[in-house]
Structure formats: structure tokens, C-alpha cells
């Protein structure tokens, strides 16, 4: 008997089990893996992600196990040239107090740092786990296999942090909802790229393809890739993450060349790009987090800054009213349905900008620049990501702005 099941020792599950933990309370935290995988996505957090991160008391561990923060951001074109670009870039700095900008920290050694953490506050933190049965309700529990053993376990509360297929969110019948994708994303982890400047992060739209680059520190960069959808063979093949570095040679983006010149550091994966979210991300005796709650299209990045703020209202809630049997979520369900809302438009928006490619888009994102430079609330959307969704009033997050932007 616990207090608390979590299951999936990802990111959010091993972040709320040390949380949990640390406030005294019983946590037993499950996870299917024998080793952390990179997964080619869940590496850069956001200044307001940050802001999550330090409220939980979690700040100090990750810059100990290796944190790199960004200072600057420059958007690079083919319709401008690159010292065009650098001449507008933006600092990284101004979007949270006490946030010197974006927090990157490669996934695997993330999620090891956070599921040993947990175990050091007091969890009972299992690898090598099967889950067997769910069974949600005024008492939750859970079948798994471990060490050729079977074990039910009970708690009071059963939290899902299992990711995209969530078997928590299926047990408690949440509805999971999904918009059509729009291009595919890809992403390669490269070492060798000492020429990248360790504070700049970068994005960029060049013929038929966008970049992302974000440094992780020692000549380490995680770039990601978008193209179109009638593209799903580009990067197939033994010889694919060379074809993918090939990608990034651009002409409007001179020192994308310390990226092609950078060796392949992991797998390259390709996936779809869309968004995903529930309408409540709660049943009785469940609640989910993370990608289990559903997750924003991987253009922005937000996936590890929505998990912590997940975590935080969460645990918040968990911490002020011991009496769990009638505690209510709905505050969290209200809060996290807003936020995926508004962040489901600026994704929407930012893949219409920066993912979408010919003459006609070209033509678009020059106007946008022209335009910005006089009128810079054409940019505000993109505060959404760095400062928050809820930094920015709501008649930023409608079809009004959105046409602005696109010159419609």
C-alpha cells in the first residue's frame, strides 16, 4: 500500500516521485526500461519551464548533472541575409527573473538524474518493470512483473507518466484527442561541432527545409529538421544521418557548417508533427502528466516545460489537502486545457511561418520581418513559448492576430 503509484520513470514521473517523496510520502515509482534511450526529443526547457523547474527544487540537481543554458536566439532566412538576421537577434534572458534563458540537458542522462534522485528522497523506484493490469477507482492498483515475479501493488492515488500510449490514460477511459499532421520533424544528436557558438540557438527555412539547433555544451548540438510530408523516404537508410547533416549547408545560415562538419552522436528519428491533448486529464483515483495528458507539436519544443509545470500543479495540489479521496482536479484539468489551447495556435502558427516552403512562403516570411520591424506585436505569439502562454493577453491567441501575421 502507498501513497502514491507512479507509473512511467520518465522526466515527469521520476520529477513528481522525488517531489512527493521529499514531502514525506509513500511513492512507488514503475518504469519498463533497463536503460534510458535516446529518444531524439525532451531536451530543451524553456525560461518559464525553468521557472518551473526551480519552484520545484529540481534547478540545482540538473546544472549539477550538466545543464547548459542558451543566452541568445537568431532566426535565420533565405529571404534575408545572415547579418541581417544576427542583427535582430534575441536575448534569452529577459523572459523570466532569475532565468539567465533556455535549460538543455541531454534526455537519457535526464531521466537517470531524476529517477536516482528519486530513489535518494525516499521512493521505492523499480526498473525492468512489465505492467500487467490497471485498475483505477476510489482504490487504484496495479499488476506488474518484475524479476519473474508478479506483484499488485495499491495506492491512493495512481499517476500516469507513461508517454504518448499511455496504459493509465486507457485504463481510466480519458479520451485522447489528435489534429492531422502537418510535416515531419527529425532530429539528430551531433559531437564535433566546436564552431557552434555554445549560447546561440538557432532556427532557419532554406529551400524545401527547416532547422533547430540547440547547443548542449562542449561542441555537442541537438539540431532537429522539418520538411514536407510527401517527403517520408528523405532521410531513410543506413546513410541517413549523413544526408540529414548534409541538410543543414545554408547559405543563409553561414555557421550551420560546424554542423555538418559535426559526426553523428545517436539515432535519427523522424516523426509527424501535430498536437495531441485530453479534455480532463483525470479520472477516479488517476491523474495524468506529460505526454499521458497529451502533448504539444514538437515545433515549439514545450514538451519538457509543459511536463514540469504538470508536475508542479500537481504536486502543489497534493501537498495542500491530504485528504485525496475527495480532492478535485479540475483546476489542473482548467489550467492545462487553456495552456495546450493556446500553445496548439502558436504551434499552428510558427509551422505556417517556418515549415512551410516555395516562392508563396518565402514571399510570406520576408513581409513578416518587413512588417515586424515596425510593428513588433506581430511577434508576440513567440513569447508565448519563452515566457509562458499565460504571459500574454487572449486576443493575442485568435484568427484576428493570426491573420495579421500571415499578411492575410
Not at 520545484?56 to 541581417?84: C, K, N, Q, W
Not at 517527403?231 to 549547408?249: E, I, T
Not at 501535430?274 to 488517476?286: H, K, L, Q, R
Request: some cysteine; charged content about 25%.
Amino acid at each position: 500500500m502507498y501513497d502514491l503509484i507512479v507509473v512511467g520513470g520518465g522526466i515527469g514521473g521520476s520529477a513528481l516521485a522525488t517531489v512527493m517523496a521529499r514531502a514525506g510520502k509513500s511513492v512507488l515509482l514503475l518504469e519498463q526500461s533497463t536503460v534510458y534511450q535516446d529518444r531524439v526529443r525532451g531536451e530543451w526547457i524553456a525560461p518559464w519551464g525553468v521557472a518551473e523547474v526551480q519552484q520545484l527544487g529540481l534547478y540545482d540537481l540538473l546544472m549539477g548533472a550538466g545543464g547548459h543554458h542558451i543566452g541568445r536566439h537568431v532566426t535565420y532566412d533565405e529571404s534575408r541575409a545572415p547579418a541581417e538576421a544576427e542583427a535582430v537577434g534575441l536575448p534569452l534572458n529577459i523572459f523570466k527573473p532569475g532565468v539567465p534563458g533556455p535549460l538543455c540537458l541531454r534526455h537519457p542522462h535526464h531521466c537517470q538524474t531524476l529517477f536516482d534522485e528519486a530513489a535518494r528522497a525516499g521512493a521505492e523506484a523499480l526498473r525492468g518493470v512489465s505492467l500487467v493490469d490497471v485498475t483505477t477507482g476510489a482504490h487504484p492498483r496495479v499488476t506488474y512483473e518484475i524479476d519473474d515475479r508478479t506483484v499488485e501493488a495499491t495506492g491512493r492515488l495512481l499517476v500516469g507518466a507513461d508517454g504518448r500510449t499511455s496504459q493509465v490514460r486507457e485504463a481510466g477511459r480519458i479520451v485522447l484527442h489528435q489534429d492531422r499532421p502537418h510535416h515531419w520533424f527529425a532530429g539528430l544528436l551531433v559531437d564535433g561541432a566546436e564552431g557552434w557558438d555554445e549560447d546561440l540557438q538557432a532556427i532557419g527555412t532554406e529551400g524545401d527545409f527547416g532547422f533547430l539547433a540547440f547547443p548542449q555544451g562542449g561542441g555537442r548540438v541537438r539540431i532537429y529538421g522539418g520538411y514536407p510530408l510527401e517527403q517520408s523516404q528523405r532521410f531513410k537508410g543506413p546513410d541517413g544521418p549523413r544526408r540529414f547533416l548534409d541538410a543543414f549547408a545554408m547559405t543563409c545560415s553561414p555557421a550551420n557548417r560546424h554542423l555538418v562538419a559535426g559526426e553523428p552522436a545517436g539515432p535519427l528519428f523522424s516523426y509527424f508533427n501535430n498536437d495531441s491533448w485530453t479534455d480532463e486529464p483525470f479520472a477516479d483515483g488517476v491523474v495524468l502528466i506529460g505526454d499521458a495528458a497529451g502533448w504539444n507539436d514538437p515545433i515549439l519544443g514545450l514538451g519538457l516545460s509543459i511536463t514540469y509545470r504538470d508536475v508542479r500543479i500537481v504536486s502543489d495540489l497534493l501537498k495542500a489537502n491530504d485528504d485525496w479521496a475527495s480532492l478535485s482536479f479540475a483546476s489542473y484539468a482548467e489550467e492545462r486545457s487553456e495552456r495546450m489551447r493556446r500553445l496548439r495556435f502558436v504551434a499552428s502558427l510558427q509551422a505556417t511561418i517556418d515549415m512551410e516552403f516555395g516562392d508563396a512562403a518565402k514571399a510570406r516570411r520576408r513581409s513578416l520581418f518587413e512588417r515586424s520591424a515596425t510593428d513588433p506585436s506581430l511577434g508576440a505569439h513567440g513569447f508565448a513559448v519563452l515566457a509562458g502562454p499565460e504571459s500574454l493577453p487572449a486576443e493575442i491567441f485568435t484568427d484576428d492576430h493570426r491573420a495579421r501575421v500571415l499578411g492575410a
